[in-house]
């Protein structure tokens, strides 16, 4: 079936440096790619959203850019914040088998030092 | 405003002892599924639902069950809770676009459940 595997963390960073946090999937569709960040006491919510092979998606300085040859979708930023601080998980979703089409990876925990 | 409403946030319970935690969202959605966040394990899929009176199981259905009586709500409804449901557990929605491809699921906050 699908999968998702990212970096477990935790991850911890000083303010401004540079993130990656690696992303990589199995799927026997083709799948839209989704970034979700899950800050302290909250759910889950959308952080950015690739649905095509090329694809980068983007959103409050995060990217991630959906790569066919490789099956990842690496997220990046060039300078965190510490408000970036948060549990990431990658995860997709085939449309070839819509309702158990979203599957998560297991999260990564991002922390940033003042 | 577009939201999913658990509710309650925080239950601790007792095993055997049957609960419900209720899931409802305000956009209309076709799609609804119930999640399981463990540590190490990321989230797990529990059940779904594509529409109202249609309901199919996750990845870890054991112990669980679900209706779909109306649109709006999907309850989670555990029959006899065991320690090993302690988890933290997340509903979410979605719309259905069909050929157009997948949208992004909206979660709710979450409900903390400890069954001692």
Not at chain 2, 75 to 104: D, H, M
């Amino acid at each position: 079936g699908d999968s998702v595997t990212q970096m477990e963390g935790p991850v911890t960073l000083s303010e401004e440096a540079f993130l990656t946090i690696n992303c990589t999937y199995t799927a026997t569709g083709y799948p839209s790619l989704f970034w979700y960040v899950q800050y302290p006491g909250e759910g889950l919510q959308l952080l950015l959203k690739a649905t095509k092979a090329d694809d980068k998606g983007s959103n409050k300085g995060f990217e991630a850019t959906y790569r066919k040859e490789t099956t990842s979708f690496h997220l990046e930023k060039g300078s965190v914040q510490v408000s970036d601080s948060a549990v990431y998980f990658c995860a997709l979703s085939d449309e070839e088998f819509w309702g158990q089409n979203f599957v998560f990876g297991p999260g990564t925990r991002l922390s940033v030092l003042p | 405003e577009a939201q999913v409403t658990q509710n309650p946030r925080y239950l601790i319970t007792v095993t055997g002892k049957k609960l419900t935690v209720t899931c409802s969202q305000n956009m209309n959605h076709e799609y609804m599924s119930w999640y399981r966040q463990d540590p190490g394990l990321g989230l797990r899929q529990i059940y779904y639902s594509m529409n109202v009176e249609v309901t199919d199981k996750g990845d870890v259905p054991e112990g669980y069950k679900v209706s779909r009586k109306e649109k709006r709500n999907f309850p989670l409804i555990l029959e006899s809770p065991s320690p090993n449901q302690t988890s933290l557990y997340f509903c979410a929605s979605s719309r259905w676009t069909g050929v157009e491809g997948s949208e992004k699921l909206f979660f709710g906050s979450g409900t903390q459940l400890s069954v001692l």
